[in-house]
């Protein structure tokens, strides 16, 4: 199993740019998050997805969209890059058990917007 | 919804030594209490987990004990080594399960 599979690794957008930001998964997981996380600073949910069809939003969903066509992806995209999403992101999954299972991380994409 | 407080934000210690990392809840009705270590460049990871029908969990050196009345618990790590430094976040489920919240995080530094 290769996990939680995050590309790009690393990317530069100037402000306005768009760009998706691509996560799948190969261990048939339901549940799929977006996270961010600002330098020295915790981890904030971006949008989450309990399965194929159904996307609701986190913390912080102001500039991004996602959608979840399929068990394995959930993209997130951003549409008007802007300064304030400089950051580092972070796609999990999840199985979901009747007293909740633990979060498994891709190595996060790596984001500055000039 | 459920808030997570971490103590301290930065922890230093001498190789060998131990470390404690405490987190704060605040929704009685959560039941499940995982630790992560993030180390540079990757995401986190699980290094151990609690639910709360236990007191304690031990796996090597590494600890974790829950005060369901307190609404605390606290990751142990003991005879610390350097490939221990690393950012730790403790977290919980917020109300429905769907979503973990996260702790801000504690970075460990362990000095040779």
């Known amino acids: 199993n290769a996990g939680v599979t995050q590309t790009p690794k690393f990317r530069i957008l100037k402000i306005g740019q768009s760009m998706t930001l691509q996560c799948t998964q190969d261990?048939?997981?339901?549940?799929m998050y977006w996270y961010r996380q600002d330098p020295g600073m915790g981890l904030k949910l971006i949008y989450y997805?309990?399965?194929?069809?159904?996307?609701d939003k986190g913390e912080v969903p102001n500039g991004y969209n996602v959608s979840r066509s399929t068990t394995e992806d959930f993209p997130l995209r951003l549409e008007l890059a802007a300064p304030s999403q400089t950051s580092v992101y972070f796609c999990?999954?999840?199985?979901?058990?009747?007293?909740?299972?633990?979060?498994?991380f891709g190595n996060g994409t790596r984001l500055t917007v000039t | 919804g459920e808030n997570v407080e971490q103590h301290p934000s930065t922890l230093s210690v001498q190789e060998g030594d131990s470390a404690v990392i405490k987190c704060t809840y605040s929704d009685s009705a959560s039941n499940y209490f995982p630790w992560y270590k993030q180390e540079l460049g990757k995401g986190p990871q699980l290094i151990i987990d609690i639910r709360s029908n236990v007191g304690e969990k031990k796996d090597q050196r590494i600890a974790v004990t829950l005060n369901k009345t307190a609404k605390h618990f606290s990751l142990h790590i003991t005879e610390t080594q350097p490939e221990d430094s690393a950012v730790y976040f403790c977290a919980a489920p917020d109300t429905g399960g769907f979503k973990t919240i996260f702790g801000a995080g504690t970075r460990l530094f362990v000095k040779a």
């Open positions: 999990a999954s999840s199985y979901p058990g009747t007293d909740n299972s633990p979060l498994h």
């Open positions: 261990m048939n997981h339901n549940y």
């Open positions: 997805s309990v399965g194929a069809g159904i996307t």
